[in-house]
């Protein structure tokens, strides 16, 4: 596919029926404007950020009082304060959107593999999360407390949030396959009031008890607990848990009703989530209701496009941030579909399988399931329906050029295909797509709406055409409230701003490019320097796992002979041995794709690379590894025992 011409481009009719140009036309009415394009909207609404929020604000009809300012202390970025005066609820804008007038309409769909199926209308939901608010209250919990759980990603785990958010409780989750101390590693902090569990979950086919675990954290947690029922017996979880009671009785005695919301400041904490934690234990990010819920809906309705009725899927678990923002899509009254467990159980159908029977309006997912899906040889395009798909969105890692590829080769010729890119440090994206550009291959579309992002080189210059650093020049509505246990801010300031003064650094290597658009080339900290040249980790992921004999690889800079030297870890495919010659085409094809700085000086045959939970590969976890530094929080990685692969390689001391 040639690289000089868009791999998609919006039609006219499309651009003008979308509710960005929608948008952009109401702004040239209330502020006498003449915008015409994205890159006019996006400069306009980084230079008016009172202007720009406050219309979003206006355009997805926020419920809640918004007061008479809008930013406040804007000179540093830490005291910034947007919409000072202003009171809502994070839940009473989920729950009452447009769309969700009709109680009978479908609010979630879910499924568990093939092994269960469930279907929520919003008046069934606006009913549970009644009966949860109205038990929590029960609890003695309140504005402030903490709920935390460990559930899969089901429906009864959105109510618990919603319960908690009209309340003004602070929700945070992780998914149940968490070790039991990866998980008291992340709840021990915030000291919660009550854990929600469930009883099992379903994984590749596979029921995963998980009793012990459950009452192991119960017990260290010391606080009332509440078991789901999903895939065991949730009566007999219970039992096993000093005093846990199950959903149902924890619910008993308390009849639905109106769900009541209590509205609060803008800047009142919503979520507590946690960085990876590879390289120590996770920081407890605090994320604020108002933040969230205007940069979700400035994401779901303006740059995805959603509307009411459209149905939005994420491929996620609760451990990720991207649950957070799929929940959200609730506020523009979309309907949520869900799925938990493993992407290919029964196989690499099961989720276009739910696609074409749901008919998805978005579909999102990760990098390394769409390369695995092109590596299965499964092509979706042919074997299913996706008439309905209009969008696919990427995150996790940066998705390759050959990945953009085959989204349109093997997926949908006519879609939108968004990569996007931030994180749990902002609940959202930096960098992401929009309806009124084209796509290229292998490009990002381009900055978010009111975010000021920029590329800078390490003098703190703005840079084009050459790799720097991620960041962001001027504040933004969900920018943390603050990190949990961090009274003086010091470990804020010190993720964020040591490296610039007043300025957001965000840790992506990234570049612009000739189109505007932007290119993440893997994390700054992951960066390899061989001989005091930055190169990015993707940019040799992205030559080396199109080769079919390379499932997987992760890559490394080791100090050597008072330099750094690349090494290259390779997870083969079935089958396949390392030979010399193999070893000599990796390094032809690192060399033509990339560059000869690029090649790498060691190319290793390991049996499995270690990942977190949400699948990003850990290099900085195996950087220490290899140089006999300890890694402190194992418990982070869905398969912490790949990581004693690494320790004795006796060809890296050589």
Same mark, same amino acid.
């Given at each position: 596919?040639?690289?000089?011409?868009?791999?998609?481009?919006?039609?006219?009719?499309?651009?003008?029926?979308?509710?960005?140009?929608?948008?952009?036309?109401?702004?040239?009415?209330?502020?006498?404007?003449?915008?015409?394009?994205?890159?006019?909207?996006?400069?306009?609404?980084?230079?008016?950020?009172?202007?720009? =929020?406050?219309?979003?604000?206006?355009?997805?009809?926020?419920?809640?009082?918004?007061?008479?300012?809008?930013?406040?202390?804007?000179?540093?970025?830490?005291?910034?304060?947007?919409?000072?005066?202003?009171?809502?609820?994070?839940?009473?804008?989920?729950?009452?959107?447009?769309?969700?007038?009709?109680?009978?309409?479908?609010?979630?769909?879910?499924?568990?593999?093939?092994?269960?199926?469930?279907?929520?209308?919003?008046?069934?939901?606006?009913?549970?999360?009644?009966?949860?608010?109205?038990?929590?209250?029960?609890?003695?919990?309140?504005?402030?407390?903490?709920?935390?759980?460990?559930?899969?990603?089901?429906?009864?785990?959105?109510?618990?949030?919603?319960?908690?958010?009209?309340?003004?409780?602070?929700?945070?989750?992780?998914?149940?396959?968490?070790?039991?101390?990866?998980?008291?590693?992340?709840?021990?902090?915030?000291?919660?009031?009550?854990?929600?569990?469930?009883?099992?979950?379903?994984?590749?086919?596979?029921?995963?008890? /998980?009793?012990?675990?459950?009452?192991? *954290?119960?017990?260290?947690?010391?606080?009332?607990? *509440?078991?789901?029922?999903?895939?065991?017996?949730?009566?007999?979880?219970?039992?096993?848990?000093?005093?846990?009671?199950?959903?149902?009785?924890? *619910?008993?005695?308390?009849?639905?009703?109106?769900?009541?919301?209590?509205?609060?400041?803008?800047?009142?904490?919503?979520?507590?989530?946690?960085?990876?934690?590879?390289?120590?234990?996770?920081?407890?990010?605090?994320?604020?209701?108002?933040?969230?819920?205007?940069?979700?809906?400035?994401?779901?309705?303006?740059?995805?496009? %959603?509307?009411?009725?459209?149905?939005?899927?994420?491929?996620?678990?609760?451990? =990720?941030?991207?649950?957070?923002?799929?929940?959200?899509?609730?506020?523009?009254?979309?309907?949520?579909?869900?799925?938990?467990?493993?992407?290919?159980?029964?196989?690499?159908?099961?989720?276009?399988?739910?696609?074409?029977?749901?008919?998805?309006?978005?579909?999102?997912?990760?990098?390394?399931?769409?390369?695995? !899906?092109?590596?299965?040889?499964?092509?979706?395009?042919?074997?299913?329906?996706?008439?309905?798909?209009?969008?696919?969105?990427?995150?996790?890692?940066?998705?390759?050029?050959?990945?953009?590829?085959?989204?349109?080769?093997?997926?949908?010729?006519?879609?939108? %295909?968004?990569?996007?890119?931030?994180?749990?440090?902002?609940?959202?994206?930096?960098?992401?797509?929009?309806?009124?550009?084209?796509?290229?291959?292998?490009? /990002?579309?381009?900055?978010?709406?009111? %975010?000021?992002?920029?590329? =800078?080189?390490?003098?703190?210059?703005?840079?084009?055409?050459?790799?720097?650093?991620?960041?962001?020049?001027?504040?933004?509505?969900?920018?943390?409230?603050?990190?949990?246990?961090?009274?003086?801010?010091?470990?804020?300031?010190?993720?964020?701003?040591?490296?610039?003064?007043?300025?957001?650094?965000?840790?992506?290597?990234?570049?612009?490019?000739?189109?505007?658009?932007?290119?993440?080339?893997?994390?700054?900290?992951?960066?390899?320097?061989?001989?005091?040249?930055?190169?990015?980790?993707?940019?040799?992921?992205?030559?080396?796992?199109?080769?079919?004999?390379?499932?997987?690889?992760?890559?490394?800079?080791?100090?050597?002979?008072?330099?750094?030297?690349?090494?290259?870890?390779?997870?083969?495919?079935?089958?396949?041995?390392?030979?010399?010659?193999?070893?000599?085409?990796?390094?032809?094809? !690192?060399?033509?794709?990339?560059?000869?700085?690029?090649?790498?000086?060691?190319?290793?045959?390991?049996?499995?690379?270690?990942?977190?939970?949400?699948?990003?590969?850990?290099?900085?976890?195996?950087?220490?590894? !290899?140089?006999?530094?300890?890694?402190?929080?194992?418990?982070?990685?869905?398969?912490?025992?790949?990581?004693?692969?690494?320790?004795?390689?006796?060809? %890296?001391?050589?």
């Amino acid at each position: 596919m040639r690289d000089d011409k868009p791999l998609w481009i919006p039609s006219r009719a499309s651009v003008e029926a979308s509710p960005i140009f929608a948008f952009m036309q109401k702004c040239n009415r209330d502020f006498g404007l003449s915008l015409s394009s994205y890159g006019e909207l996006h400069a306009w609404s980084v230079a008016d950020r009172g202007g720009f =929020w406050t219309a979003v604000w206006e355009f997805c009809a926020v419920k809640g009082e918004r007061g008479e300012r809008v930013l406040v202390d804007d000179a540093v970025m830490l005291d910034a304060r947007f919409f000072p005066d202003a009171t809502l609820n994070f839940a009473e804008n989920l729950l009452s959107g447009e769309g969700a007038g009709d109680g009978t309409a479908e609010a979630i769909i879910f499924r568990g593999e093939d092994k269960a199926q469930d279907r929520w209308s919003w008046d069934r939901l606006r009913a549970l999360v009644s009966r949860l608010q109205q038990a929590m209250r029960a609890e003695g919990i309140g504005p402030g407390d903490r709920v935390a759980a460990m559930m899969p990603n089901m429906p009864e785990t959105v109510a618990f949030m919603l319960a908690a958010a009209s309340i003004g409780a602070i929700w945070s989750s992780c998914s149940p396959d968490f070790g039991e101390q990866g998980v008291l590693d992340r709840f021990g902090q915030i000291e919660p009031k009550l854990f929600v569990t469930c009883d099992a979950y379903w994984y590749g086919g596979k029921l995963q008890d /998980i009793r012990e675990k459950v009452a192991a *954290v119960a017990a260290k947690l010391g606080i009332p607990t *509440v078991v789901v029922h999903y895939a065991g017996n949730a009566e007999d979880v219970a039992r096993a848990v000093s005093g846990a009671r199950t959903l149902d009785v924890f *619910v008993e005695g308390h009849t639905a009703r109106a769900v009541e919301f209590t509205r609060l400041p803008f800047s009142h904490p919503l979520y507590i989530l946690f960085s990876s934690g590879t390289t120590g234990v996770p920081k407890c990010i605090v994320h604020s209701a108002g933040g969230t819920l205007l940069q979700h809906l400035k994401e779901h309705r303006l740059h995805c496009g %959603l509307g009411a009725g459209e149905k939005l899927f994420y491929f996620t678990t609760c451990g =990720w941030m991207m649950w957070n923002w799929l929940v959200s899509g609730l506020a523009v009254g979309a309907t949520l579909c869900l799925f938990d467990g493993s992407p290919f159980a029964p196989d690499g159908n099961v989720l276009f399988d739910y696609a074409q029977a749901e008919r998805f309006a978005v579909f999102g997912t990760s990098a390394k399931y769409i390369d695995a !899906v092109r590596k299965s040889g499964l092509t979706p395009r042919s074997s299913h329906d996706l008439a309905s798909l209009r969008l696919m969105t990427s995150t996790g890692s940066p998705l390759s050029p050959e990945g953009f590829t085959f989204v349109y080769e093997g997926i949908k010729e006519d879609i939108q %295909l968004a990569s996007i890119s931030g994180g749990t440090d902002i609940v959202s994206c930096f960098v992401l797509g929009n309806p009124m550009q084209p796509v290229w291959r292998g490009e /990002i579309q381009g900055p978010g709406l009111g %975010l000021a992002m920029d590329v =800078w080189d390490d003098d703190g210059h703005p840079v084009r055409g050459e790799k720097g650093e991620l960041v962001c020049t001027k504040a933004f509505p969900s920018m943390p409230v603050m990190f949990w246990n961090d009274g003086d801010g010091a470990k804020y300031r010190a993720a964020y701003f040591e490296r610039f003064d007043n300025i957001w650094c965000h840790g992506d290597f990234a570049e612009w490019t000739e189109h505007d658009g932007i290119i993440i080339h893997g994390r700054s900290d992951a960066t390899l320097n061989p001989g005091g040249v930055r190169i990015g980790t993707a940019e040799i992921y992205n030559q080396v796992e199109q080769m079919p004999e390379v499932a997987e690889a992760l890559c490394i800079g080791q100090d050597w002979d008072d330099d750094v030297r690349v090494i290259l870890f390779v997870r083969l495919a079935s089958g396949v041995t390392l030979t010399d010659e193999l070893v000599k085409s990796i390094k032809a094809r !690192v060399r033509s794709g990339a560059s000869p700085r690029h090649v790498p000086a060691k190319i290793i045959a390991v049996a499995d690379i270690p990942r977190t939970k949400s699948g990003k590969i850990v290099e900085l976890a195996v950087r220490e590894i !290899v140089h006999g530094r300890p890694v402190k929080n194992k418990e982070a990685l869905a398969n912490p025992e790949a990581l004693d692969l690494f320790s004795k390689i006796e060809e %890296l001391r050589v």
